[in-house]
């Protein structure tokens, strides 16, 4: 399963353009022939400039980037988690993605009306992240209950747990996320096996103006947004989403002219993709042969073997060595040969992590 980010927001924000926005970018069908059809996920492509150089290096007959996938999840509302609106089909939603990338309204609009009456980021994300504390202290209330039984027998494990519990319920309590706490090395597996949706890591996606795009600084909403980011430790990416609509039908050509009228140096939607793929610890390694130049994805800290069982099962269960070049070394000399006459190619074993950027021939039994 590949991992995937939820595109959310109150209603009327934005998400439906930045959703079709991603839709319009999509990845090319035709290399991904198995992916499935889900109309709730965007499949992009990952912008990659190495990519681009390995392509001009090996001249290949194909080029294939990785991708990443959003999911489109149904509007919430005040009371969600009290089932109201599509409070439970949204909540179900938000518990099968791995990341949030939060859409907040930063653009004014009299023609477009606010829920609540007044565009106000800071009252926004309040109604989300407060839905999303009440479905969690819900759950963590109930296991409560039961553990605290079975604490009074000086189970061990019931202990750790309670010590747990007693942190995260007053920060639910208050509305807030339990993203928000610092968790110990023994705590953090015991929170995980909680799937809080407040644990879940967020973006804050702040969709500006037109006119704020290049210039975002004195828009005041989206200063809000960043305040409170820093405040839970999470990222901000600033769009404009009717913007990264029309972007994303034009052709490379068009796109670069587009881009510089308005004055910035890539879309919007590059840099969601990049931060969204970041935030879930993702990288990207290589594989460069004349046939086909492709990324593919892994995620930090994996040995070469899991990583090889990326491209296929085989790979990895019959796994002999990871024959590497560091990108930058591919990129200074400019060919597998180069590299091997000047010591860059290196044999890795099984315990080998793959770093981001390893342009990889994984040598294998079947
Ligand atoms: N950055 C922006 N600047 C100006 N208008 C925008 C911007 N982003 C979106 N809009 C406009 O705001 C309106 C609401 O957007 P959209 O339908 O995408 O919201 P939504 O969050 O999907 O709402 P809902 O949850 O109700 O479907 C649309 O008319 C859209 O064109």
Not at 46 to 73: G, H
Request: charged residues 30%; negative net charge.
């Amino acid at each position: 399963m590949p991992l995937t980010a939820g595109i959310v927001g109150l209603p009327n924000v934005g998400k439906s353009t930045l959703f079709n926005a991603i839709t319009k970018a999509g990845a090319e069908a035709a290399n991904y022939p198995f992916a499935t059809i889900d109309p709730n996920v965007g499949i992009v492509e990952v912008p990659d400039k190495r990519l681009e150089r390995l392509k001009e290096l090996v001249k290949p007959q194909k080029v294939v980037p990785t991708t990443f996938e959003f999911t489109d999840i149904a509007g919430i509302v005040k009371g969600a988690s009290k089932g109201e609106g599509l409070g439970n089909k949204f909540l179900a939603n938000i518990r099968e993605v791995d990341a949030i990338c939060h859409v907040v309204r930063c653009f004014d609009d009299e023609n477009i009306t606010h829920v609540s009456g007044s565009v106000s980021p800071a009252d926004d994300i309040e109604t989300i992240n407060l839905e999303l504390a009440l479905a969690d202290l819900d759950s963590v209330e109930k296991r409560y209950d039961r553990v605290k039984k079975q604490a009074k027998s000086k189970d061990k494990d019931a202990l750790e747990m309670l010590t747990v519990l007693d942190k995260i319920k007053p920060v639910l309590e208050e509305g807030k996320p339990v993203r928000m706490l610092d968790f110990t090395s023994e705590e953090l597996p015991i929170v995980k096996s909680l799937f809080l949706l407040t644990s879940k890591p967020v973006l804050y996606v702040a969709n500006v103006a037109e006119e704020d795009i290049a210039n975002a600084e004195g828009n005041k909403h989206l200063e809000v947004v960043k305040n409170i980011a820093a405040e839970e430790g999470a990222e901000v990416v600033t769009i404009s989403a009717a913007i990264e609509e029309e972007i994303a039908e034009l052709d490379d050509e068009e796109k670069a002219m587009f881009l510089e009228d308005l004055g910035v140096e890539e879309p919007g939607l590059d840099k969601l993709i990049r931060s969204s793929y970041d935030l879930l610890g993702l990288a990207t390694f290589f594989t460069a042969g004349e046939k086909e130049v492709r990324a593919w994805t892994f995620r930090k800290g994996m040995k070469a073997p899991q990583t090889a069982g990326v491209i296929h099962s085989d790979f990895e269960h019959g796994f002999i060595r990871a024959e590497t070049i560091a990108y930058a070394d591919y990129d200074a000399l400019g060919s597998e040969k180069a590299a091997r006459e000047a010591g860059k190619l290196r044999s890795e074993g099984k315990e080998y992590v793959v770093q981001d950027g390893d342009v990889i021939l994984f040598r294998f039994n079947v």
